[in-house]
């Protein structure tokens, strides 16, 4: 058993059947047939598409973790080489291509089914209201085909979630590059260096925002969490998982279950195709 929040434990299952989106292969045959290419170009086009083609600011406030600069890359110069439209339809192709090359047979299996219709039934009670790359997405059309609706649901309850996570990071007062700072500081994200590489920052800048939390307590001279740092941290997750409790809470405790059992073996295999 686990002590983790029901809304975080799904989370967590959910999230790589939508984050495969960023790490396939397909990406690059997809993107680069309507002129998508350079570094992280497709991902800033892709997960703001929803949006319109929005200025930089917009992208910088509602992904907030990446240094402006990094956003200011590819927002909005991506946008002259090819339309949202064109992005969104190439971003759901290298779902549908790269799932049923991982899945096979298993894309048509009723768990893939059950599981879709159960995401998507968790969706109908997530609120726009105050979540702008949540509302963007639930306004995109609903696939058809079972395999496509578990991921954009996915999707859904995972950029819902991230708003709200947003919401507890701009409350607890820590920056972008404070919250990627301290996040890795939990020792829960990837290596120190790659994500301070694809969050845009510079050498000197991570090491700014590290003195800057020093001198509030709350990390120490070794760039671990200090009490204080820990007790934020864990107040951030605590108001994120609250401010994702109404799709599940819609969903009821013995669905939600079923769902991360049906989506438990599903992310399980997508991760180990991707990453070995």
Not at 102 to 114: F, R, Y
Not at 163 to 172: E, P, Q, S, W, Y
Not at 229 to 251: I, K, M, N, S
């Amino acid at each position: 058993m686990t002590d983790k929040p029901l809304t975080r434990r799904v989370h967590q299952v959910l999230e790589p059947l939508h984050t495969l989106v960023y790490f396939v292969p397909e990406t690059a045959d997809c993107y680069g047939a309507i002129g998508l290419t350079g570094g992280m170009r497709p991902y800033f086009a892709s997960r703001s598409a929803a949006l319109g083609a929005v200025p930089p600011e917009v992208v910088v406030a509602t992904f907030y973790n990446f240094s402006p600069k990094q956003v200011a890359k590819a927002i909005p110069s991506v946008w002259e080489s090819a339309t949202p439209e064109q992005v969104l339809a190439a971003r759901l192709e290298v779902v549908d291509r790269s799932l049923r090359r991982m899945l096979g047979d298993e894309i048509t299996s009723s768990a893939v089914s059950e599981a879709a219709a159960l995401a998507r039934d968790a969706t109908d009670a997530a609120d726009v209201v105050g979540r702008p790359l949540y509302a963007a997405h639930a306004a995109l059309p609903w696939p058809e085909e079972p395999h496509l609706q578990l991921w954009h649901a996915a999707t859904l309850l995972r950029e819902h979630r991230g708003d709200g996570h947003i919401a507890a990071l701009v409350l607890a007062g820590l920056s972008g590059a404070e919250a990627a700072v301290t996040y890795v500081a939990t020792g829960k994200s990837m290596q120190e260096d790659l994500l301070r590489k694809t969050r845009g920052y510079s050498e000197e800048e991570w090491q700014a925002v590290k003195n800057g939390l020093r001198a509030r307590g709350l990390l120490d001279a070794d760039g671990q969490l200090t009490a204080d740092g820990t007790a934020l941290r864990e107040d951030v997750e605590a108001r994120t998982d609250a401010a994702a409790r109404a799709p599940y809470e819609h969903l009821g405790t013995d669905k939600t279950e079923r769902l991360i059992e049906l989506a438990t073996p599903l992310a399980q295999f997508v991760t180990k195709q991707i990453f070995g």
